[in-house]
């Protein structure tokens, strides 16, 4: 299958700060690229460089067979964007919102107006239609600018973390109409904070730190390399937590993190329901008082540290068997 | 998910798209002005103030050349200070307009290139026509009166236009350089601007090297030729600068440069806002 989006070695400088630095990528038609990355990754610099906002230093690049530099008009027209900051006018309403970019996108009025409708009906807002936007709460209008986005089904979409700030439901409506627009045909390259976005929504995922691709693979992939899920121990007594820790390495698969400030043991685990269980056996066979224990996925920080191989960075962590 | 349009609309030629998609920005831009009339108070607020100011504290003070009452010298200044000041409103919008992604936005669609900017300045101009019909009920509320003739205030008209067309685009390339921050300060550059000109004083009797500054002060062109085609004041004196002798050329000299210069600056910054 064609590549939709394909970079070569795109590199993007802000005085001599490399914000983007070599950075390789294949995204294939009709797939769903997550990009994921803690602040200041590069994740908004490589959407801006791939929509034409920014001129790479550095590199190539192509959206939808596209060269970016040198045919951008085309890149513009194959292209969808929801930056990261809302877009939405706030004196307009939400169906002037629509109606403008539907006019922008030089759809007849009627098409537009009709459009709009669809739209707001699409996203929930319908009741909202005729109110300024300026009313809307967080999650309206972030759903109000990717409706923007979506006037016309763009062939490579790029959002720029779609969902941050926006509770379950809100996040749950923007998700259903991205993998409406993904049936569609549309590819679509989202950069994201969370973890469960990336894995809600994406077939591979490319992890980026300094504006270089450190990972790349399917959600399952880069958790199996991490460890999949972790259980975490809040001991009553700090003085127990080495004896906590020992009982918890026995269940883990991998090494047990200890955080004596906060008195909590955390460690990978493959089985998630037997190594809880044992855990939870073996402390109160060892008779060690726990305020609380509990199965968690991996927070973006972990999968984050792992595929990068840097060590916890606070202080109060520190991994058994290593002394301080 | 409901029907989904897939195929952009056919292109009708590049000087269809750039007179619509600039109307549709335009129309974006009038429609927060009406809609929010504090702006409108705000704009207007200003230069009343001024006149009241100058037209009955410090105006009994200043002795116009040659003669003549004051407010009536003083109303062209005004309305010329007003066509100037707007271009701070034109800052701040712009900039706005940049710090909320909006700019990012436009430039990401598939619209004619020039569009947000000739949009831009379009509802400036019609913004600015508002200014100049409060201003000059407020100047014959106080005395000012025109005297030249229909085609003469016509052409005061235009000129003033003229000067407020030139001052957009040095805001919208301002608007497009500058943090949003800095952009709240947009009128401190340009008060000064206004002030060492012919506004409130012939710049005969500014001190020293004040006076020809303001001789040559785009704005003092267009102040005197308003109040030599309103009729506010006699004919310029022989032994004048040449700057005042031919403040008609120069009323439509500068401005023309001014959009010269900066109008291919604001859309080239505007193509690569903030790269
Ligand atoms: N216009 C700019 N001028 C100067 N430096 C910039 C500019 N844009 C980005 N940078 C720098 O480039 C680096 C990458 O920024 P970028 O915005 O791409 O990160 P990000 O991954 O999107 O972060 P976040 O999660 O905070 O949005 C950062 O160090 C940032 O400070
Ligand atoms: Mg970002």
Redesign the pocket.
């Known amino acids: 299958m064609a590549d939709a989006v394909l970079t070569e070695g795109l590199g993007k400088g802000?005085?001599g700060?490399r914000?983007l630095d070599g950075l390789d990528l294949a995204v294939a038609e009709g797939s769903v690229l997550g990009l994921l990355?803690?602040?200041?990754?590069?994740?908004?610099?490589?959407v801006r460089v791939l929509t034409t906002l920014l001129r790479p230093d550095t590199g190539r690049a192509e959206v939808a067979g596209h060269d970016i530099v040198r045919e951008p008009a085309a890149v513009r027209r194959a292209v969808g964007l929801t930056g990261?900051h809302t877009t939405v006018d706030d004196i307009l309403t939400g169906r002037e919102n629509l109606v403008m970019w539907g006019r922008l996108y030089h759809l007849p009025a009627r098409a537009a107006a009709r459009r709009a409708d669809e739209l707001l009906e699409q996203f929930g807002l319908t009741d909202a239609a005729d109110r300024r936007a300026k009313t809307y709460s967080g999650g309206m209008r972030r759903r109000l600018d990717v409706a923007s986005s979506l006037v016309l089904a763009p062939r490579v979409f790029f959002l720029?973390?779609p969902t941050t700030g926006l509770d379950p439901r809100n996040r749950g409506e923007v998700w259903a109409a991205l993998r409406g627009l993904v049936a569609g045909g549309t590819t679509v390259v989202l950069?994201t904070?969370y973890l469960d976005e990336a894995d809600q929504l994406a077939d591979r995922i490319a992890v980026?730190d300094g504006?270089r691709k450190v990972a790349e693979g399917t959600p399952s992939e880069l958790k199996s390399r991490i460890g999949g899920d972790r259980v975490d121990v809040l001991v009553r007594d700090a003085a127990d937590l080495p004896a906590a820790a020992d009982l918890l390495a026995r269940a883990a698969s991998g090494p047990v993190e200890v955080d004596a400030a906060l008195r909590r043991l955390s460690a990978p685990v493959r089985d998630r329901v037997s190594a809880l269980t044992g855990v939870v056996r073996a402390l109160d066979d060892a008779g060690l008082p726990v305020e609380d224990i509990g199965l968690r996925r991996p927070t973006l920080d972990e999968v984050f540290l792992h595929l990068t191989g840097k060590q916890a960075a606070p202080a109060t962590t520190e991994e058994i068997g290593v002394p301080a | 998910m409901t029907t989904v349009i897939t195929t952009a609309p056919a292109d009708g030629g590049a000087l269809r798209w750039t007179l619509s998609d600039s109307w549709v920005v335009a129309r974006r831009d009038l429609l927060h002005w009406v809609r929010n009339p504090s702006v409108i108070i705000a704009s207007v607020a200003f230069p009343a103030m001024f006149v009241l100011l100058f037209g009955f504290v410090f105006g009994s003070a200043i002795v116009v050349p040659g003669g003549g009452d004051y407010r009536e010298f003083l109303m062209p200044g005004m309305f010329a200070q007003a066509m100037v000041n707007g271009a701070a409103a034109t800052v701040a919008t712009v900039a706005a307009d940049k710090a909320r992604g909006v700019t990012d936005r436009f430039r990401s669609m598939p619209m004619a290139p020039a569009a947000p900017v000739i949009g831009r300045s379009v509802a400036d101009v019609v913004n600015s026509v508002l200014d100049l019909v409060v201003l000059v009920g407020l100047g014959l509320l106080v005395g000012w009166r025109a005297h030249g003739g229909v085609a003469g205030a016509l052409t005061a008209v235009g000129l003033l236009l003229l000067l407020r067309f030139a001052m957009i685009w040095v805001g919208i390339w301002l608007g497009l350089v500058v943090s949003q921050e800095a952009a709240g300060l947009a009128w401190a550059p340009l008060f000064p601007l206004t002030m060492i000109a012919n506004t409130f004083v012939h710049p005969s009797q500014l001190p020293g090297w004040l006076g020809p500054l303001a001789d040559w002060n785009p704005i003092s062109a267009t102040v005197t030729a308003v109040r030599e085609l309103f009729g506010n004041i006699g004919p310029v004196a022989a032994q004048a600068s040449w700057a005042e002798r031919n403040a008609m050329l120069l009323a439509v000299a500068w401005p023309l440069v001014i959009v010269a210069v900066f109008l291919p600056l604001a859309v080239r910054r505007y193509r690569r806002a903030?790269a």
């Open positions: 802000f005085r700060k914000a990355g803690p602040n200041g990754a590069g994740k908004t610099t490589a990261q720029d973390e950069t904070q980026l504006g | 903030a």
